[in-house]
């Protein structure tokens, strides 16, 4: 038992980011083996809070033993500790998978690049683990700053299109920075188990109101909730392949993890659910984010560009378990942070791969890609079928969850709303797997073309990740109900 | 209505604040533009917060001698509050951070399209892109 686990989760990728600098000046190859140390001591220390989170209880870790409504205090209760393990481990396998394609991609930036990698990843585990709200924007701050700059570096577009994001995820931090300051001046505490028990009397007050506006605003704009996602297609697009596999699978998380916080944490259930009809609201722009992401991927022809906006839909499927308001749904929505992080977590590692050896993402440039990289397509595939959601795979089991919760709330559109997505999922990826794997009959006839396509699989280095996420969607959906069972029937709030 | 004005003009003065950093990030078509709209927005919330600290007649929080002189009958209502400044300066190092990646990824846009004018960076973009879009 180390009790200062929680913290060395945070401590170790940050100390280890200003470490890749100063060894990445004498040596340049020293920066990937550090990023991999650090992250993976980072991802031991997050899975011992996680073990002692279920054995023993919520953890309290009190920086530098100053009480906790003065001092910051780092609270890991079942939903942070599985959230915290989640971002671990995803950055640990994107980290895995960076080495090549980094060193083709941003030949003269790697020092750098380790550093804000580093940087950006201490930023996501700082906003699960604390449990002070000042504290949380300046977490939210460093992870989207890295973000920016993570962003900039990638292909053409990539200056613009972090532009744009920039200015959205500042009107987000600064929306939740306003947030911040109402409650403090109504309650007089930034503590978030203290803010828990203050705002209780103060409901009626139309600071409060306006303090929970401001956070849902600026947290749905930092979690690109429709209609706020309108910087994230072209962000994650642009991006170096290795950043969009950190941020599509984590940023828009972490943020969902925040909304869920603040609804149902800093403020009571009753609170979000009765008194202001916030969660109807939410669910309705959730219902728009998962038809409105499905509708606009089948528009793309850019592999990638169709994966932000089945992003941009997943997103919506959390923020509607969280305003379905009652167990099943909120169950299905934190199912859903760990089964669309792998899930996206192997699209975009494929991207990347696919791209390291081709260069090209178009969807009918494609061609034979199933001979030329049957593992990867393979990996493609599974990820595929679980968005899709066939049952061994975890998308299923998270779905599930959302159409039960959808059907206990008699809430019959977003039942059909999930079928819907459902079956346009199915017509997108066979899209793609047609290109792929389905072969022009005249040219099969002619029988000259087979051996000129060679295998060049991708390499190690990705092909690994790839399959540690593909084997996490397969594994994740057999144990779904360990999971629940162990964890999250414990992270949904009681009173549901 | 005057008076109500007149007795919190601090905060219409940070709405109003806030509301032009607002238009300028949204509305303005120049990148630098937008950057100046990011720093008037974010000031207005330092000057709301600092304000919320401000009380009349108050001093500043420093208690003299406050170890083992006597017992001092401290009047809380008598200092400002200091946290909202330490939670500002924290504020303006975020401010600063943000002002300089936004100023970064300006100088690369530059580079790119030789303009700040979010229309003519957008016109060459949509000549370079492939047909297919």
């Known amino acids: 038992m180390v009790p200062q686990s929680p913290v060395l989760v945070v401590v170790i990728p940050l100390i280890c980011a200003f470490l890749t600098l100063l060894f990445g000046w004498w040596r340049k190859g020293l920066c990937y083996p550090i990023t991999l140390v650090s992250l993976s001591s980072s991802f031991l220390a997050s899975l011992h809070t996680l073990h002692a989170v279920i054995t023993t209880g919520t953890i309290h870790y009190h920086l530098g033993n100053w009480e906790p409504p003065w001092g910051i205090e780092y609270v890991v209760d ?81 200056p613009f299109a972090s532009f744009n994001y920039l200015i959205f995820g500042t009107i987000g931090a600064c929306f939740y920075l306003l947030g911040v300051g109402y409650l403090y001046v109504i309650s007089g505490s930034l503590n978030m188990a203290d803010l828990s028990q203050i705002l209780p009397g103060l409901y009626q007050s139309k600071v409060v109101l306006v303090a929970f506006a401001f956070f849902m605003v600026g947290v749905s704009l930092k979690m690109a909730l ?20 950190l941020l599509a699978p984590l940023m828009t998380k972490v943020g969902a993890y925040v909304m869920i916080r603040v609804m149902f944490t800093v403020f009571k259930p009753y609170f979000s659910i009765e008194l202001i009809p916030v969660t109807a609201v939410l669910s309705w722009m959730a219902a728009g984010a998962i038809l409105f992401g499905a509708v606009m991927a089948l528009a793309q022809i850019d592999l990638k560009r169709m994966l932000t906006y089945i992003l941009v839909s997943e997103v919506g499927y959390i923020a509607l378990g969280v305003g379905l308001a009652n167990r099943q749904g909120l169950t299905g929505a934190i199912l859903h942070i760990l089964n669309d992080s792998f899930m996206m977590l192997a699209l975009f590692l494929v991207v990347g791969a696919v791209m390291y050896r081709s260069g090209e993402r178009e969807i009918p440039q494609l061609r034979y890609l199933h001979r030329r990289m049957p593992f990867t397509m393979a990996a493609f595939v599974i990820a595929a079928l679980s968005v899709i959601g066939i049952p061994p795979t975890c998308g299923f089991f998270s779905k599930w969850y959302l159409i039960l919760g959808a059907i206990a709330a008699s809430q019959w559109v977003f039942v059909a709303v999930l079928l819907i997505s459902s079956l346009l999922n199915v017509i997108l990826f066979f899209r793609v797997i047609e290109h792929a794997y389905l072969e022009p009959h005249e040219e099969h006839a002619s029988g000259g073309l087979e051996l000129a396509i060679a295998t060049e699989e991708a390499p190690l280095s990705m092909l690994i990740p790839t399959l540690i996420a593909t084997a996490g969607i397969m594994v994740f959906g057999v144990l779904s109900g360990k999971i629940i069972s162990t964890i999250i029937q414990f992270a949904v709030p009681t009173s549901f | 209505m005057f008076d109500f004005i007149l007795s919190k003009y601090n905060y219409w003065i940070y709405i109003i604040l806030m509301m032009i950093g607002f238009y300028a990030m949204i509305g303005k078509k120049n990148l630098v533009k937008k950057i100046i709209g990011i720093n008037i927005f974010q000031t207005a919330i330092i000057l709301f917060f600092i304000s919320t600290a401000a009380k009349r007649g108050g001093t500043l929080p420093i208690v003299e001698h406050a170890h083992g002189h006597g017992i ?62």
């Open chain 1, 78 to 158: 079942h939903l942070n500790a599985f959230v915290l393990a989640i971002v671990s481990f995803v950055s640990l396998v994107v980290a895995i998978s960076s080495k090549r394609s980094v060193e083709q991609e941003l030949p003269e930036k790697i020092v750098y690049f380790y550093c804000v990698f580093l940087l950006q990843v201490t930023g996501l585990l700082g906003i699960v683990v604390t449990g002070d709200m000042f504290n949380l924007y300046v977490f939210l701050e460093i992870a989207s700053l890295a973000g920016y700059a993570l962003i900039a570096i990638g292909e053409d577009g990539a």
């Open chain 1, 226 to 245: 429709f209609p706020l996602h309108v910087w994230l297609p072209d962000a994650y697009t642009y991006a170096p392949s290795t950043v969009s596999a």
């Open chain 2, 72 to 133: 001092h009958h401290i009047h809380a209502a008598s200092y400002i509050n200091p946290l909202p400044h330490v939670l500002m300066l924290t504020a303006i190092v975020v401010m600063v951070s943000t002002l300089g990646v936004a100023l970064a990824i300006v100088i690369a846009i530059y580079r790119r399209y030789n303009t700040l004018e979010e229309d003519e960076i957008l016109e060459q973009r949509k000549w370079s892109r492939s047909p297919l879009f």
